[in-house]
């Protein structure tokens, strides 16, 4: 039977993890679903009308549009502050990559045209070397882009992308209690006081060792002829989503694996870092096969796209 201090400890160590990892989700993972959510909504806006919302934004910072808004020789837009010329230079894409060409091409485009300076504006990510060659080029990416547009749009907007985070989070904290408990049983396995009456993963036991048996002699042990038998205990199997969570975890840890996830309840796709050779197959059947409810599962390995090497679909174990 378990005593006070093993549940104790399983306890206070789910506590720590899973209240850790509930601030974790509701105060950091939740801001960059949303965030995430509201750059793809902008990616599928059309450009004019992207554009358009980013020169509203951008007005809180002193811009307005240009008499001659658009720059007839070049893609770019122009803005007016403080009686200056300022171009506007917009990337929609959300896997944009500003880099120190894209700066150069702005800051020539401002030379040109005798503009006091530029605006780079990207739903994608700005390189640390580019924001080196900046010079008169202001640049803003897609994490810092959002939340100067969001109060622009209709609330339905934000409140349908906090309510699809939300609904993400909430099977995220589940699974992140059952870890969090499942940890607390392993630390209270190591720390527990002796004496602690701690159950063994597996009891089968038909036999009693006979302690009058003496050094060197073999000594049959009789099944008693009256009262019952010894039972026999087992632990049920893990419930099938802890095991699809176990295989992300053991699949993930695997070398020259990038990323795991369950695409459909019977595919694990995995994204790999070089290509899908039969000794990554044969690691990653190593850890399905471990797990019965999902043994037979469907196996997408994306191999990276600079190995050359070839999609597979494979089963590991068959019905």
């Given at each position: ?21 509930m ?38 910072q ?7 808004e658009?720059?007839p ?19 929609q ?27 780079l ?21 897609g ?11 209709p ?6 992308l ?15 209690w ?20 701690v ?22 042990v ?27 975890d ?11 996830a ?15 050779d ?7 059947c ?5 797990y019965?409810?999902?043994?037979t ?14 999609v597979?679909f494979?089963q590991c174990?068959?019905?």
């Open positions: 039977m378990l005593n006070a201090s093993f549940i104790g400890i399983v306890l206070a160590v789910a506590l720590l993890l899973g209240g850790g990892f601030t974790y989700l509701w105060l950091v993972k939740q801001r960059q679903l949303v965030v995430a959510g509201g750059i793809a909504t902008l990616a599928g806006m059309r450009w004019r009308e992207f554009s358009r919302f980013v020169i509203e934004a951008l007005q809180a002193g811009f307005d549009t240009h008499a001659d658009h720059n020789d070049q893609t770019d837009l122009r803005l007016a502050r403080g009686g200056q010329t300022w171009l506007l230079s917009c990337r894409g959300p896997n944009t990559r500003i880099t120190g060409t894209h700066v150069g091409e702005l800051n020539n485009a401002i030379r040109l045209n005798g503009a006091a300076g530029g605006m504006v990207t739903l994608g990510t700005v390189e640390p070397s580019a924001r080196k060659l900046a010079g008169t080029v202001e640049m803003i990416d994490a810092t882009l959002w939340p100067l547009i969001d109060p622009l749009l609330p339905s907007v934000h409140n349908g906090l309510q699809k985070a939300r609904n993400e989070l909430s099977r995220t904290a589940a699974l992140g059952i870890g969090a408990l499942v940890a607390g049983i392993g630390v209270a396995l190591l720390i527990a006081p002796k004496g602690t009456d159950p063994p993963a597996t009891v089968n036991e038909t036999n009693i060792a006979n302690p009058a048996a003496t050094k060197g002699t073999a000594t049959k009789a099944t008693p002829a009256s009262g019952p038998a010894a039972p026999i205990i087992t632990i049920a199997p893990l419930p099938e989503d802890q095991q699809r969570k176990h295989v992300i053991a699949v993930g840890a695997l070398p020259g694996v990038d990323s795991v369950w695409s459909t309840r019977s595919t694990l796709q995995i994204q790999l870092t070089g290509p899908a039969q000794p990554q197959v044969d690691a990653v190593a850890v399905v096969k471990r019965e409810a999902i043994r599962s469907r196996l997408h390995l994306q191999p990276s796209t600079d190995s050359g090497g070839s597979r494979l174990a068959t019905f």
